[in-house]
C-alpha cells in the first residue's frame, strides 16, 4: 500500500460524487439554471466521500481497476443517497 494508491482511491469515490451530480444536473429540465448552492452540496459529499474511502482502503490492501471502480460508483452512490436523504428532510420540513 502507498500513500499515491491511497490518493487514487480517494480520487475515485470524489469523480463519483462529482459525476452522478453532474448527471444529475443534465437530467434536469433545460429551463432549470444551475444552482451552485446545490453543487456545492455535492462538492462538500464528494470530500466526504473521498475522505471516508481513503480511510477505508487499507482495509482492502490491494489496488485493482474493481477497486476504482467500486470507489467511483460507491462515491456516485453517496452523492444519490445524500441528495435523496436531504430532499427527504427538506420535504419533511415544509409539510
Do not use: C, H, Q
Amino acid at each position: 500500500m502507498t500513500d499515491l494508491n491511497v490518493l487514487w482511491i480517494a480520487l475515485a469515490a470524489s469523480g463519483g460524487t462529482l459525476f452522478a451530480a453532474l448527471l444529475g444536473w443534465l437530467d434536469s429540465p433545460a429551463e432549470e439554471k444551475f444552482s451552485g448552492k446545490k453543487f456545492f452540496s455535492s462538492v462538500l459529499r464528494a470530500v466526504v466521500a473521498g475522505g471516508a474511502f481513503a480511510i477505508a482502503y487499507p482495509l482492502v490492501g490491494v489496488m485493482s481497476w474493481v477497486v476504482l471502480l467500486g470507489a467511483f460508483t460507491a462515491g456516485a452512490g453517496v452523492d444519490v443517497i445524500g441528495n435523496r436523504l436531504a430532499g427527504t428532510i427538506v420535504g419533511g420540513l415544509k409539510s
